[in-house]
Each structure stands twice: as structure tokens, then as C-alpha cells.
């Protein structure tokens, strides 16, 4: 059965034979791609040419070590997590799970500490290390919320955008993966991001009154530890 004809659509104005003979539509969009030729280019051929995002961007995760630069209370919260005191190098992760604890899909974060295996007279009888900080990146929306609860400023964003992989599998990043992901981000651009006590510059807030407000929030009802905390104990 052919397409049966059933009238003109009085919309559109059919062709002249003066505009099939000499292709002028097709020339005027000729005339539209070739005007653009000679405009400024504002997007990026990638992956062959990146771009690099502002500081504030929110990419790929990582995890900071230990490198001179924690908050005035990092120790108070390596001693009330029991956490072995990292040396330089080290995490700053005291899977304490603030971060998954806000993190509006949970399932992301594989949060857990071991204890040490030392014994009775040692120093460090009866602390934790860090054994397992899986992330999948998979179910990121990349929302910041665990990066603002991490109370060691240990989960950061860095700026890395590209995600693509073979498997799903690609995006599950382990410690040892943030860690490095963090230390590169922070050796190329961490002067941009963080102060000394690695702090907001106030130059780079967008709500300087909003933080205001949560950091005298936080003051006055500190956050408890995450619900999953109790597994760890
Ligand atoms: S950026 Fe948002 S969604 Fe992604 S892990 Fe952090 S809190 Fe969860
Ligand atoms: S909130 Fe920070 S310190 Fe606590 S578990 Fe998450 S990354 Fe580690």
C-alpha cells in the first residue's frame, strides 16, 4: 500500500521554481554554516582539547593525606574516633562516616576501620587504621554534601571531569586511588583552593553568609557520629 496524498499543508509555502532550480535554500544555509566559519570557536574539541574547570568545581572525589595543613581540631577528632595518629603521607580519613551519613545515596560509600593487631603494651593497643574507603562514582550526582560534612576535610572534589570507562566497575575508586587523585589535584591547584588551614578563601565563597550560619550551627550542635558507626566499634 503507497502513501495516499490527502491535501496540502497550507502552512508551508511550497517551493518556487526558480528556488529548485538554483538550490536556494539549500544556499542560505550555506550562507548560515560559512558566516559561523569565522566566529569565535567557544567549544572544545575533547578529548583531544580540555578545558580547566574553576577551583569550585565539582569532580572526581579524593582523599588528602596528612601534609601539615589540618584544621586546629584534627587531633581532638583522630583521639574521639581512636584512630591511630597518621603521620605525614598518611590519611586523613578517620572513617568516622560523616560523609556517608550525608550523602543522599549511601549505597556509594564502603566506609570501614580495622583495629590494630598489636599488643597489650603497645602504644597503640586498642586504635583503628583505615582498611577499606571504596566510592562508586557510578551513583555520584556530585551534590558536595559529603565533602562539606567530612570533618577533617579529607573528601574533597578535585576537578576532574572525565569519567568514561570500559565497566561499571571503572568508576569504584579505592583509597589508594582518591589518595593519589587528591595529592595531584592538591600538588597542581590546592594554592587555588585552600588557605593554610585549609579553609574556603573568602575571595572563592559564593554564600559567605550561608557558611557563616552553618559554621555556627555546627558550633552549637555538632554533628554525631554516622549511623552505620556503631558496626566498626
Ligand atoms: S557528591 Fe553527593 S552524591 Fe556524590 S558521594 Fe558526595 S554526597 Fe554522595
Ligand atoms: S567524613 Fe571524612 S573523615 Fe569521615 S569517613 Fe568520610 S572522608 Fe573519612
Redesign the pocket.
Known sequence: MGIKKVGLNRNVRPQTLAEKIFFLDFMKGLKTTIKHLFRKVITVDFPYEVVEPTPRF?GV?GLRNVDGTEKDDFDAWVKKLKIKPPEKGETRCIACKF?QA????PD??EIKAKKLDVPKDHPHYGLKVLDVFN?DLG?????????LACPTICII?TDIYDLSTYSRRGWVLDKEKLSKIADDFIARRGSEKYDEKSEWPDYQRLWNEADLARAKAWENNPPKLGPNYADQT
Open positions: 565539582r572525589h560523609c550525608a550523602c543522599p545515596v556509594i560509600f566510592m551513583k555520584c550526582m556530585f551534590c558536595g554534601l559529603c565533602t572534589h
